[in-house]
């Protein structure tokens, strides 16, 4: 069965760094487009980030952009989001998102447990 | 952008009833390239239906989606106890993607 484990949340101060990784199983993880997914506490969801399949092609919604970095190695695990200047408005739990194909216009089929960020001083 | 209106914010029903929960995008949405996920409380979403219409594996077929260009459902026959939760729509056809605000489905 395919499961999504992501790691790398916790509290950080306003302006600091992050690196979430989701470390994926039971698929060929370089054949299919990957992203993140955040759910501010009791909101709704926003979408973050898509990498396709090999890792050619990368999409960021505009509140993240110039600030997080989706990465992958398509030969091996994990998937990896590096979040710089993080805002208060970064808090969320964050979800790790197995696209339906290796491009990245395509559903999410699978999603992680999440892991929750905390940007507080 | 295309954002994407769901409505009703909540709905109130009682279990065997049915539902139907809309999705308004504001500008056409590619190829139906037009998504549903449930989301329960404490769990991550589940899909329910891509493609405006095809049902995601293991999906029971009292969920059923539908519509195209800009006005998509998602129809629910009969609900069962475990049906309670948050629906979102998303559209996946064209960057940024985007989710609706989603819709609350209680019990009545």
């Known amino acids: 069965e395919v499961q999504l484990l992501e790691s790398g949340g916790g509290l950080v101060q306003p302006g600091g760094s992050l690196r979430l990784s989701c470390a994926a199983s039971a698929f060929t993880f370089s054949s299919y487009a990957m992203g993140w997914v955040r759910q501010a506490p009791g909101k709704g969801l926003e979408w973050v980030s898509t990498i396709s399949g090999s890792g050619g092609s990368t999409y960021y919604a505009d509140s993240v952009k110039g600030r997080f970095t989706i990465s992958r190695d398509t030969s091996r695990n994990p998937l990896y989001l590096q979040m710089n200047s993080l805002r208060a408005e970064d808090t969320a739990v964050y979800y790790c998102?197995?696209?339906?194909?290796?491009?990245?216009?395509?559903?999410?089929?699978?999603w992680g447990q999440g892991t929750l960020v905390t940007v507080s001083s | 952008e295309i954002v994407l209106t769901q409505s009703p914010g909540t709905l109130s029903l009682s279990p065997g009833e049915g539902a139907t929960l809309s999705c308004r995008a504001s500008q056409s949405v590619s190829s139906s390239y037009l998504a549903w996920y449930q989301q329960k409380p404490g769990q991550a979403p589940r899909l329910l239906i891509y493609?405006?219409?095809s049902r995601a594996t293991g999906i029971p077929d009292r969920f059923s989606g539908g519509g195209s260009g800009t006005d998509f459902t998602l129809t629910i026959s009969r609900l069962e106890p475990e049906d309670f939760a948050v629906y979102y729509c998303?559209?996946?056809?064209?960057?940024?993607?985007?989710f609706g605000g989603g819709t609350k489905v209680e019990i009545k």
């Open positions: 998102a197995k696209l339906g194909s290796g491009w990245a216009f395509s559903p999410i089929d699978y």
């Open positions: 493609g405006a219409s």
């Open positions: 998303q559209q996946y056809g064209s960057s940024p993607l985007t």
